[in-house]
């Protein structure tokens, strides 16, 4: 009589996405200290934050980083920021075609872009429009970023326009931040939800719903970062999966390197997990 021989369960598909570290992760240390550690522990690439170090705003500076560290750099962060301002001109248009311009020469598939600010009047009218029309001329993907209402005691300021929830406005595709759902206290699944195949890009980081824009290693807050990371492993997602964390808090460059393998562990794990529960019958 011969023996059965049962069929091994299918393997979990290899999840396409890339674990990057972004620059701003290291702050107060520098851009050069992100690619140092991203390639000591093992990320897949960088997102450079352009913003007041002049190595971040310096193309053939980053060039050599990446080449020396044989890291590479998966997207461009334009200066977006209040503290850049004046980083790659005042003009927010001009800010956007230089971004672009770094992302193609340096290789990058991605160019993360805030909504503007309530009080940039024109640059806000015409922002949705703005954004279809750059990214019909390029490659590089715009990503708009979800950001929140700034709040202070019980008072609460819209201070992005068009919208503060991008998914509200029609966009090619969308950055989330799980420390900004946190931020805004919305339902962050649900706007990855609207987001849809449109959601290109991510930042994760973790939040408890402060007003505070926390960037909490993963793990640490409220958010749904595990099951975020678990369904991509049986998506069609493609973006990368960039570490946005604050670590200035840190006491040492030892315990600040240790909250980045912290968070590239976490990714890894549940980026990997598939659900193996037995379908239903």
Sequence with gaps: MGTLSSVPPP?????KAKVALSTASVYPETTATAFEIAARLGYDGVEVMVWTDPVSQDIDALRRLSDDHQVPILAIHAPCLLITQRVWSTDPWTKLQRAQSAAEKL???????????????????????GIWRMADETDVRFAVENMYPWRYRDREMLAYAPEWDVTKDDYRHFTVDLSHTATAR?????????????????????GNGSAKDEHLVPGRGTQPCAELLRGLATSSFDGHIVIEVNTRRAMSSAEREADLAEALAFTRLHLSAADTRAPRR
Excluded: C, E, K, N
């Design 11 to 15: 393997h979990p598909p290899t999840p």
């Design 107 to 129: 290789g990058a598939s991605t160019v993360v872009v805030h909504p503007p600010f309530r009080w940039q009047r024109a640059y806000s009218r015409d922002f949705v429009s």
């Design 186 to 206: 919305t339902d962050a699944t649900a706007m990855i939800d609207r987001m849809g195949d449109r959601l290109a890009h991510i930042h994760l980081a973790d």
